[in-house]
T-cell receptor
Framework: QKEVEQDPGPLSVPEGAIVSLNCTYS??????FMWYRQYSRKGPELLMY????GNKEDGRFTAQVDKSSKYISLFIRDSQPSDSATYLC??????????????FGTGTRLTIIP | GAVVSQHPSWVICKSGTSVKIECRSL??????MFWYRQFPKQSLMLMAT?????????EQGVEKDKFLINHASLTLSTLTVTSAHPEDSSFYIC?????????????FGAGSRLTVL
């Protein structure tokens, strides 16, 4: 069993729709959770990071963590064609995740249809 | 913001040759850089942690003699794929820690796509 499971998609939704992206994990030691966005042929860029269970909102993006279920989500409201990319979840055990090994999901390829 | 430059962005080489990929932090110093490998439709796999002035720390299953990492300065780390073979064809991405806004985050390079013929 992989430590982090993520549906690779592809996922296509019409512009303006709400997008829900999800990851599950098996390692209960994971405490810090991140979402990265990766455009084609580019490196990942950090979208959001969270620690505690619950929701964290940043503009059109909301990250949700449920540690009891080992389940995290990223919601995108009012989706735009520019949101079309691959979204990767990542997790780490310790807070200094700049120097900590990150475990990534496979990424979900998202396409927003105009 | 923090920028990590990776070069070359793509390279094609013949089997048996060696290829060097550079990773530079442009506006900050990076004591630690990370090298990842990404296959199509698969997640980023950490290959090694590159430490300035010391030997790299390799993940289990990654051949040290195959993937040579040098971190000679606080702004430059290099990955050399030695005696490359077609199975080494992949997308290689580096990252470095940047500090800002009260949080330590990783900044990724744009990646280098290696094709070995």
């Amino acid at each position: 069993q992989k430590e982090v499971e993520q549906d690779p998609g592809p996922l296509s939704v019409p512009e303006g729709a709400i997008v829900s992206l999800n990851c599950t994990y098996s390692n209960s030691a994971f405490q810090y959770f991140m979402w990265y966005r990766q455009y084609s042929r580019k490196g990942p860029e950090l979208l959001m990071y969270t620690y505690s269970s619950g929701n964290k909102e940043d503009g059109r993006f909301t990250a949700q963590v449920d540690k009891s279920s080992k389940y995290i989500s990223l919601f995108i409201r009012d989706s735009q064609p520019s949101d079309s990319a691959t979204y990767l979840c990542a997790m780490s055990v310790r807070s200094n995740f700049g120097n900590e090994k990150l475990t990534f999901g496979t990424g979900t390829r998202l396409t927003i249809i105009p | 913001g923090a920028v990590v430059s990776q070069h070359p962005s793509w390279v094609i080489c013949k089997s048996g040759t060696s290829v060097k990929i550079e990773c530079r932090s442009l506006d900050f110093q990076a004591t630690t850089m990370f090298w990842y490998r990404q296959f199509p439709k698969q997640s980023l796999m950490l290959m090694a942690t590159s430490n300035e002035g010391s030997k790299a720390t390799y993940e289990q299953g990654v051949e040290k003699d195959k993937f040579l990492i040098n971190h000679a300065s606080l702004t430059l780390s290099t990955l050399t794929v030695t005696s490359a073979h077609p199975e080494d064809s992949s997308f290689y991405i580096c990252s470095a820690r940047a500090t800002g806004a009260g949080a330590n985050v990783l900044t990724f390079g744009a990646g280098s796509r290696l094709t070995v013929l």
